[in-house]
């Protein structure tokens, strides 16, 4: 029984099964992720998503929680890694030339690139909002430190960029890859596989967005926490407010 | 080529042909010029005037796969242009005409790459990889007995038309060829449809399943990517809707046979 299971799961079918079962509980994770980073356009002091960081991490269950997490992600990433060296391996002599005729696009040739765009963006954010020592402000202040510089934000809407298209793709194929289609369901399930994509691309990318347009509010509210925090924002005190105009007007 | 044989009529064409002379050589490309090809000649026929003309001068013909030249039999695929059996859509090589080309035209021809079918000669392939996959189940091992009564084992029209489709694959590993890794998934999943749609194939329809897929991938073809070039080369259009019921086979073999 265990060695047929194993057969089942280490075929190139069985593999792409599981691509397909861990990418889906990965999509979870992202849409339930979401919705807590949105907490953070709720008030200006970012008060509802510190007490949604606490609750989570006031849970006992949270590190059982999290190695799950972490075992999907790898389950999901050796695999794919995996599939893409053996189906390379499935044709050592390419052609001069060829022509697509297929369903080819961006999102679906890059699946392996934006895959690690992502893995390498999901080391910064981890090392950036989980390994780091927390702020005493809290982590809505970390959020905000980080989103409003530039090469912070940039590497943020890098990262939910990739997966975007990452997902464009992705969702529609694991239905394929566990052999759920029909005629009636898979345009449907193309468009909201789409759908997703742009709606948790857009989703992700709202908060560096917010932080750098939309957030003087916000910072006006902070100014006097801030002033008791260390020299190390010293500098930056002044807010984004402060500092989209200056290099926006600079030039002229 | 020495135009002598065909004066200024017909057309002109650059052939870049691949050429092997055995499974050991690393092969190159070759430059062909050729005239006086008229454009009612099948893409065969041009390669064959081709091969008489390299002959009288005493050149090894290039090889290729051919059989019935009449779309069924799946032998003569080759890459053409960068497309499997050429440009047309749903159209074998040997179907294929002179007339889908300009006059003047330089053309790629190219065997069909994958790992799991090594190239003899020139364009030739061994596509013996196919066979062992059919081999290992794709087929109904119940006797057939006399000729029953029609109607007398129902079918549901749905089921039929679906199988019917998929039975049309002719083998030809254009599917394999188009994929970017090399799949043989379009060819399996075409045989477990055609074979497990029909009352007749439902006893092996579990063991069939995971033998075959075990089989392909013995074979060294890449697995499903979902890119759907397959479906695109295909010269009979067999759908990748055959994929989706392939993998929904073999997850459901493997989970519940028992034996």
């Known amino acids: ?252 | 080529m020495s135009a002598d044989h065909a004066p200024s009529s017909g057309m002109r064409l650059t052939l870049n042909i691949w050429r092997q002379s055995g499974p050991a050589d690393a092969g190159r490309m070759e430059t062909y010029h050729l005239d006086g090809i008229s454009p009612d000649m099948s893409f065969l026929e041009m390669l064959d005037v081709l091969n008489v003309r390299l002959e009288r001068e005493g050149r090894e013909p290039v090889a290729f796969d051919h059989d019935c030249r009449e779309g069924i039999c799946g032998s003569c695929g080759v890459m053409i242009d960068g497309n499997a059996h050429g440009p047309e859509a749903e159209t074998a090589t040997c179907q294929l005409h002179m007339r889908s080309f300009a006059d003047g035209a330089a053309l790629t021809i190219e065997p069909f790459r994958a790992k799991g079918f090594p190239v003899l000669k020139d364009l030739v392939l061994d596509r013996s990889a196919f066979d062992r996959i059919i081999a290992a189940g794709g087929f109904i091992s119940a006797n057939t007995g006399c000729a029953v009564d029609a109607n007398s084992t129902p079918v549901a029209k749905s089921d039929a038309e679906l199988s019917m489709d998929a039975a049309q694959c002719i083998g030809c590993g254009a599917c394999v060829a188009a994929c970017p890794n090399a799949a043989a998934m379009l060819f399996v999943g075409a045989k477990i449809a055609h074979l497990g749609l029909l009352p007749q194939g439902q006893p092996e329809r579990s063991k069939r399943v995971l033998a075959m897929a075990r089989q392909m991938e013995a074979e060294g073809f890449g697995s499903c990517s979902n890119y759907y070039e397959c479906e695109a080369a295909c010269p009979k259009a067999i759908s990748v809707e055959n994929i989706a019921r392939l993998n929904r086979d073999y997850l459901r073999a493997g989970l519940t046979t028992r034996d």
């Open chain 1, 1 to 252: 029984m265990n060695n047929r299971l194993f057969a089942l799961a280490t075929s190139s079918i069985g593999r792409k099964a599981l691509m397909a079962l861990t990418g889906l509980g990965l999509i979870g994770f992202l849409v339930v992720h979401l919705a807590g980073n949105l907490t953070l356009l709720a008030g200006s002091d970012g008060a509802a998503f510190n007490s949604y960081a606490r609750t989570i991490e006031s849970n006992p269950l949270l590190p059982l929680a999290e190695v799950g997490l972490a075992a999907l992600f790898l389950a999901h990433i050796v695999l794919g890694i995996r599939q893409a060296a053996g189906n390379r391996e499935a044709r050592p002599v390419g052609y001069r030339q060829f022509q697509s005729h297929g369903n080819r696009k961006v999102s679906t040739s890059s699946m392996l690139v934006t895959g690690l765009i992502v893995l390498v963006f999901l080391v910064v954010h981890i090392s950036d909002f989980r390994l780091a020592a927390r702020h005493p402000q809290g982590l809505a202040y970390m959020v905000h430190e980080r989103m409003r510089q530039p090469l912070g934000a940039a590497v943020y809407l890098l990262g939910v960029g990739a997966l975007g298209v990452h997902l464009w793709h992705a969702f529609q194929s694991l239905f394929q890859s566990l052999g759920l289609r029909h005629p009636r369901y898979s345009p449907l399930i193309d468009k909201a596989g789409r759908g997703l994509a742009v709606l948790l691309a857009l989703g992700f990318a709202v908060l560096p967005v917010y932080t750098w347009v939309a957030s003087p509010a916000k910072a006006a509210a902070k100014a006097p926490a801030e002033s008791t925090s260390s020299a190390v924002s010293g500098p930056h005190d002044s807010s984004p407010a402060a500092a989209t105009p200056s290099v926006t007007k600079e030039p002229r």
